[in-house]
């Protein structure tokens, strides 16, 4: 079982930039899909960036290239989004989400292919 938990979100003006992190435990002897979801209400949750705990590609949306960075640490036990210029249509949900199946998606990347999350922090930009 993995447990996932996210921290990081909060309120700030557009341009501004955050930092949210993620806490895995559980199989972290294994390597893991690692991702990041975000979620308005009343539409569905949307791939942020992925990424495989033991490298390689690494997923982001095309409307957050150039912005958004995904990471984790060395003992693959904390996972990172870095967000920089944040728009208000970054406003959202945001779920951190794993899976020990490697990383996959076609165009984007789907929440269904995730079987642990996280239960979400806010993040919030405003104009």
């Known amino acids: 079982q993995v447990h996932l938990v996210e921290s990081g979100g909060d309120s700030v003006q557009a341009g501004g930039s955050l930092r949210l992190s993620c806490t895995v435990s559980?199989?972290?002897?294994?390597?893991?899909?690692m991702a990041w979801f975000r979620q308005v209400p009343g539409q569905e949750r949307e791939g942020v960036a992925g990424?495989?705990?033991?490298?390689?590609?690494?997923y982001y949306a095309d409307s957050v290239k150039g912005r958004f960075t995904i990471s984790h640490d060395n003992a693959k036990t904390t996972v990172y989004l870095q967000m920089n210029s944040l728009k208000p249509e970054d406003t959202a949900m945001y779920y951190c989400?794993?899976?020990?199946?490697?990383?996959?998606?076609?165009?984007?990347?789907?929440?269904?292919?995730?079987?642990?999350w996280g239960q979400g922090t806010q993040v919030t930009v405003s104009s």
């Open positions: 559980g199989n972290n002897n294994r390597d893991k899909c």
């Open positions: 990424t495989w705990s033991g490298g390689g590609s690494i």
């Open positions: 989400a794993a899976d020990e199946d490697p990383c996959w998606w076609v165009g984007t990347m789907k929440a269904e292919t995730f079987k642990y």
